[in-house]
């Protein structure tokens, strides 16, 4: 019988906020190509989620569509507008001017966009690692955090020796967290990530968990889709990609879900899409994971809710690692690079 009971969401510290482990990605609002909802839709949607325990938005990036724009609508309605917590980035794709007025009009932009005056969470990409000025960037945004433009600072696919440095240098307490790809699939932050965040308590921020929704019962006992179809949303090519040529091949995909079944048979009829996510939950360095949500067209939190309130067992664990020691995943980050490298 499918496990229906209501389980006590869980949350987690994140600089001055306390925050749901599961939290809503919006990349999805940059591309039609997802399917699209009207701007009242989508912000009806973010109220469910809120209602439902659900107040953390990660809005993709500064140069991805309007999710700031709307989050920052519909933050401004709320009569509480502190109950909801919403995480944007700065990027850094090519060479630029440093000084703190570029920086303070990159954290403004956001700020005006979202309709706030102050940001929650403030994430940090920066594309060449040839070029130091990521510490110089760093240094000026905590000090616009100490002057309360920001709330809280985070990395964006920074890889574990970038991130031990830039902690190391700037101290304890500043970055807070590190959005990274993390999933059954590619399992690069347990090589090196993991104990730079015990080491400077910085938590991930995962995407990817559910490859792009291929790590679900919809794809158990189903033919390997073409790549080139036109069917598959980008998410999907891109993590089809990666499955096929980097992890493994479909066959043993196919095996990797029949596992995860198993599993989620054995909680009383949890999903694929559950046990994968739970996988993920249960590593201690890991704050939340960011789910992709197609707000006003395909939502999923009836099925999220159920990834609480359990924990896999050895056993389960054991059976997940028999699968995935037949693939590449370990060799993954020589094969890509560690965390973000496949950006740069």
Request: charged share 20%; with cysteine.
């Amino acid at each position: 019988m499918l496990r229906t009971t209501p389980q006590p969401k869980e949350t987690f510290p994140l600089g001055p906020f306390t925050v749901p482990r599961v939290w809503v990605g919006l990349w999805q609002l940059s591309s039609n190509a997802w399917g699209s909802a009207s701007a009242a839709k989508i912000r009806q949607a973010m109220a469910r989620h809120i209602e439902r325990g659900y107040n953390a938005f990660d809005l993709t990036a500064d140069h991805y569509g309007s999710a700031e724009i709307l989050y920052g609508q519909f933050k401004e309605s709320l009569p509480s507008p502190a109950e909801v917590v919403g995480a944007t980035k700065w990027c850094v794709f090519r060479q630029t001017d440093l000084s703190r007025a570029v920086v303070e009009n990159a954290v403004r932009e956001r700020m005006t966009r979202m309709r706030t005056t102050t940001v929650d969470l403030l994430q940090f990409h920066w594309q060449d690692y040839s070029d130091k000025g990521y510490l110089t960037a760093l240094q000026i945004l905590q000090d616009l955090q100490n002057e309360g433009l920001i709330s809280a600072v985070g990395l964006c696919n920074f890889d574990a020796i970038r991130t031990d440095e830039i902690c190391t240098q700037l101290g304890p307490g500043f970055i807070v967290s590190n959005q990274v790809q993390f999933s059954l699939i590619d399992t690069r932050p347990l090589h090196g990530m993991a104990d730079v965040c015990e080491r400077h308590n910085v938590k991930l921020l995962t995407y990817g968990t559910l490859c792009g929704g291929f790590l679900a019962d919809q794809w158990l006992n189903q033919p390997e889709p073409d790549l080139y179809s036109g069917v598959l949303t980008p998410s999907q090519r891109k993590y089809l990609d990666m499955i096929l040529k980097a992890w493994g091949n479909w066959a043993l995909f196919q095996s990797l879900l029949a596992v995860l079944r198993d599993i989620g048979d054995r909680y009383g009829g949890l999903s694929i899409a559950n046990i994968a996510t739970r996988w993920v939950l249960d590593h201690s360095f890991v704050g939340a994971v960011i789910i992709g949500a197609r707000l006003g067209v395909s939502e999923h939190t009836d099925d999220n809710d159920r990834v609480f309130g359990f924990s896999l067992t050895d056993e389960d664990n054991r059976a997940i690692e028999a699968v995935q020691a037949r693939s590449n995943g370990r060799r993954m980050i020589t094969l890509i690079g560690d965390c973000g490298a496949e950006y740069r």
